[in-house]
């Protein structure tokens, strides 16, 4: 089993930056994969927002709305980080960090099945 634990949230002002962690504990087989989800709560589904394969680290993708600020990132062993610039007002939800035994395609992975998942983190806008 694997389990994951984001952290990192919270309120920001537009134009700021925020880094969020997703730390997994378990076995390295469950997560070949990984990539941050957002749900916003002006949309009825999850976002795929960043994605990266673990084995290759230069295997990346991001949502279109946040390809230039958004930088995912496999800090040491068991965190991936997700590290959030030029932050808009639609960038707020809950960011949910998951994890895939695979394979997971660069090309697909937005609808992928992922096998494992966090509970969250909470990203505001400041007003």
């Known amino acids: 089993q694997l389990e994951l634990v984001e952290s990192g949230g919270g309120s920001v002002q537009a134009g700021g930056s925020l880094m969020l962690s997703c730390e997994a504990s378990g076995p390295s087989f469950f997560r070949k994969y990984m990539a941050w989800f957002r749900q916003s709560p002006s949309k009825e589904e999850r976002e795929g927002v960043a994605f990266l394969e673990i084995r290759r680290g230069d295997s990346v993708d991001y949502a279109d709305s946040v390809r230039d600020r958004f930088t995912v990132s496999q800090d040491g062993a068991n965190r991936l980080s997700l590290q959030m610039n030029s932050l808009k007002a639609e960038d707020a939800g809950m960011y949910f960090c998951?994890?895939?035994?695979?394979?997971?395609?660069?090309?697909?992975?937005?609808?992928?099945?992922?096998?494992?998942w966090g509970r969250g983190t909470q990203v505001t806008e400041t007003t």
């Open positions: 998951a994890a895939a035994m695979g394979p997971v395609f660069r090309s697909g992975w937005q609808k992928a099945k992922f096998d494992f």
